[in-house]
């Protein structure tokens, strides 16, 4: 018997095997209904983080765009020959 004959073997008799049941959802719910009062995540510092984060977004976003425009223009001017024919000298 060669290598690849076993593993075929090996491969129908796992399909005939069947997995355990499990039943969780009688012990998850009971530990969400345990849990104590205030656990939940505080979402205070996120806010914080957020807000600082925008106001450093703004400043950066506007710079790029200037550095952006200053750039693109003379740019695309020197790489793209238009024709005469369409006005843009």
Known sequence: ???????????????????????????????????????EARVGPLVWVAGFSAALALPVALAA????????????AALIDFPSGMGLQ
């Open 65 to 76: 765009l200037m550095v952006w425009q200053a750039w693109a223009h003379p740019l695309l």
């Open 1 to 39: 018997m060669n290598g690849t004959e076993r593993i075929v073997k090996l491969a129908a008799r796992a399909r005939l095997e069947a997995p355990p049941r499990v039943e969780v959802v009688g012990d998850v719910m009971a530990a969400l209904a345990d849990r104590p009062q205030g656990s």
